[in-house]
């Protein structure tokens, strides 16, 4: 967790961009489209004029889990950079608390130190009272 609070240098938001928009061009609608094309069309129809053991139909079911393990990066990286996102806008929001905090506890010590102050200035105004009693002559 405290990894992923921190700041992050200048490389690692440049780097992190450059993910972004490579992903971002990602046409994950057309992937789904293909992958069911091959699916559905493609190697039904290969099995059936050549068999599953023809290169054509290995070939094409390795296209299809390719762009299913694509589909699924794509999706991963979103759910991360929602994540991410969340991290920062949390971050912040416990930054705000700690610093209202902070004043508070700030406010609580200085009554803290005005009453000890109070106290003690009332403990020795007694002490003064009960030591002029006592030096009283009789």
Same mark, same amino acid.
């Given at each position: ?19 972004? /928009? ?38 094409? /079911? ?6 299913? !393990? /694509? ?5 991963? !990286? ?44 009332? !403990? /020795? ?14």
């Amino acid at each position: 967790m405290k990894e992923a609070l921190r700041e992050k240098t200048e490389e690692e938001r440049s780097r992190d961009k450059k993910m972004a /928009a490579g992903l971002d061009g990602i046409p994950v609608k057309k992937m789904m489209d293909q992958t069911l094309y091959i699916d559905k069309e493609l190697l039904p129809g290969i099995e059936k004029k050549r068999g599953k053991d023809h290169p054509d139909y290995e070939f094409f /079911a390795g296209v299809r889990d390719s762009l299913l !393990y /694509a589909i699924i990066l794509a999706d991963r !990286y979103e759910t991360l950079e929602t994540r991410n996102i969340h991290l920062r806008v949390w971050k912040q929001l416990q930054q705000e608390n700690l610093d209202l905090l902070e004043r508070e506890l700030s406010k609580f010590q200085t009554l803290e130190e005005l009453y000890l102050t109070d106290s003690m200035d009332r !403990y /020795a105004q007694g002490v003064k009272e009960r030591v002029k009693d006592l030096l009283k002559p009789k």
